[in-house]
C-alpha cells in the first residue's frame, strides 16, 4: 500500500494483481466504481494504453471480477474517449465495441450515457482539424454508467442545480400555460410550478467557464486548465510530473453524489492523480484506488493536504 487516510487507501500495481489479492476482501461491498482508464486509442501514449483490439479483450476481461466487488445495488462509471483510424480522418469504433464487451463480460445494464463537452480542450486530431481543416474539434468524451441491476442506488435530488432565472420567475408568479403539447406531453401546473429545490441536471453537460462552475456546485467540471491547483503546486515542489491524463473533478463529484451516500465505498481501478479519492474523501465516503505507476502514485499525494504536508 503506497498511502492511506482516515477514509481511503491507494495501492501500486496493476488492477489486475489488486483483483486477485488486495481487493478480494471488497467483493460485494463496492457502492461505486468510478474510472477514467487508459482510452482506446490507435496509438500508444506514456502511460500506457493498449490498443486497437488489444485493447477492447482487455478492458472486456476485466468487467467479471470488477462486477463481482459490488454491492446489489451498486454501479459502473467510466469515461471512455473518441479514438480515430491511424493516418484517416476517420473515426474508430473501438470504444463502442470497448463498451459492449464491457457490458457483456460483467452481465451489466446500461443505465444511461452521458455526454462531458470540455470546450477548452485543444484541437484535435490536429491533422485534420488544425492543417487540413476538414473535421471540427473533438472536444467531449462520453460517460457511460452501468449496473448489474434495473434499479442501482441513485437520486438526482443529490445533483439538482440553481434554476434558471426564467425558472425562478415562473415559480415566484405560479403562472403557466399548462396543457398538452403537440409531442403529447401533459403539463400540469401542480407539478410544473412546484418547487423542488433546483433543476434536474441534463446527460449532456458543458462547463462554459470557471466563474460559472464555482456557482453551479454539482455541475460536472471539464476545464483541466488550473495550474495552481495544489496539485499542480505539490507537483512542481517535489519535482514530479503531473499525470497527463487528469479526471476533470466535477466528473466524479457528480456521479458519487448521484450514486452514493456518505459512508459508502468507492473504488477508482485505474487511479492515475487520484481525484476520485480526494473527491471521495471531501464528500464523506470511503475510497480505494490503484495505480501502477509509482511517480503518479507519489503526485497524488498532493490531492490531501496532509499527506503532503509529511513529504
Known sequence: MAYKTDLGR??????????SA?????????????????????????YGNLTGDEYVKWLAGLAPALTELLTPTGSIVVELGNAWEPGRPVMSLLSLKALMEFLEGGELNLCQEFVCHNPARLPSPAQWVNIERIRVKDSY?????????????????RVLTKYSS??????????????????GFDISKESFLKNNGGAIPPNVIEAE???ALEDLESTLVFANTASNDPYSVYCREHGLTPHPARMPVGLPRFFIKLLTEPGDLVLDPFGGSNMTGAVAEELGRKWLAVEPQQDYVEASRGRFPHLAAKK
Open 209 to 211: 467557464d470557471e466563474a
Open 166 to 183: 426564467a425558472m425562478k420567475e415562473l415559480l415566484d408568479r405560479q403562472s403557466y400555460n399548462s396543457g398538452k403539447r403537440p409531442s
Open 22 to 46: 488486495n481487493l478480494r476482501a471488497y467483493r460485494g461491498k463496492v457502492d461505486l466504481i468510478l474510472t477514467s482508464p487508459p482510452f482506446p486509442l490507435n496509438r500508444k501514449k506514456k
Open 10 to 19: 491507494l495501492w501500486v500495481g496493476k488492477i489486475e494483481e489488486a483483483l
Open 141 to 157: 468524451t462520453h460517460v457511460w454508467w452501468m449496473a448489474p441491476t434495473d434499479f442501482p442506488k441513485a437520486n438526482n435530488r
